[in-house]
């Protein structure tokens, strides 16, 4: 009996440690690439011809593919792009595919684990058809970048004599954008946090000015106006300390993070407001 149960630990352990250590029939790939600021990567499973015939046979006309072997190839992506100019928003998306002799339509799927057997348009994001051009025999099923410039691109999937491209382009303005946007909320929260640093001490506030004022020019928010406040407060300019109090308040009523210094602002506002006659 302990044997036999032995023995079914054993196998259940093969599915699981000993996979880990032996060759696949398709080997996983990983290829990255930079269009314009925007980084593009995909990872997908490499299954071979092996003598056999492919497209129409193997992988059938007119039904849903992965698009490789194993799991679905999925692909990230950092910024928005158009694939044959249609949009598809910066994410990560499984590809999916409908392999015709002449065309095939790649479909972009929200829903990361999908398969042949469980695939459902539901999840679908985006679909574009592109044709099938002749091509050199390919062993591995391949996926790669070409004809990459700083706004575009075209992304090939080669398998036995078959491939198909798609264009891929990118708006550098809109990533520069966001890209400046998210380095300037960093650099605006340390400039905050140092302004905030010497407040709390007590210490060189004419550098925690400096400090705050460079935060708020990057990106003003409700917590910035109070430390700056705070600032001005201890340098005894109460009147502009008030008007930044009020500021803050009006702001955090549009932030959610604002209820953690609700009780302490209005304390603030209502201790530096006018004696009511």
Do not use: C, H
Request: aromatic content about 8%.
């Amino acid at each position: 009996m302990r044997k036999f149960s032995l023995v079914l630990i054993l196998m259940g352990l093969s599915g699981s440690l000993f996979a880990q250590v032996i060759p696949q029939p398709s080997p996983g790939a990983n290829i990255s690439q930079t269009v314009g600021i925007t980084k593009i990567n995909v990872e997908y499973s490499r299954p071979g011809v092996k003598g056999r015939k492919v497209f129409g046979d193997l992988v059938k006309f007119g039904k849903v593919w992965r698009t490789g072997a194993n799991a679905a190839t999925k692909i990230s992506i950092s910024n928005d792009i158009t694939v044959n100019g249609m949009p598809l928003k910066a994410g990560k998306y499984a590809i999916m595919s409908i392999p015709e002799s002449q065309s095939w339509t790649l479909i972009f799927s929200k829903e990361l684990n999908i398969n042949e057997e469980n695939y459902t348009e539901d999840y679908d994001v985006l679909r574009v058809v592109s044709k099938v051009i002749p091509a050199e025999q390919t062993e591995s099923f391949s996926i790669d970048f070409s004809d990459i410039s700083e706004d575009k691109a075209r992304m090939n999937f080669s398998w036995e004599k078959t491939r198909v491209s798609v264009d891929i382009a990118v708006n550098n303005r809109s990533a520069l954008a966001l890209e400046v946007e998210s380095r300037n909320d960093e650099a605006a929260a340390v400039f905050q946090q140092g302004a905030e640093y010497l407040v709390n001490k007590d210490i060189d506030l004419n550098y925690a000015l400096e400090l705050i004022d460079k935060s708020i020019l990057l990106k003003e928010t409700f917590r910035n106006n109070w430390v700056k406040s705070r600032i001005l407060e201890k340098t005894g300019k109460k009147e502009e300390a008030l008007k930044l109090l009020i500021k803050a308040k009006d702001m955090g009523d549009l932030d959610p993070v604002y209820q953690f210094y609700k009780e302490i602002i209005e304390a603030s506002i209502q201790k530096l407001s006018p004696k009511s006659k």
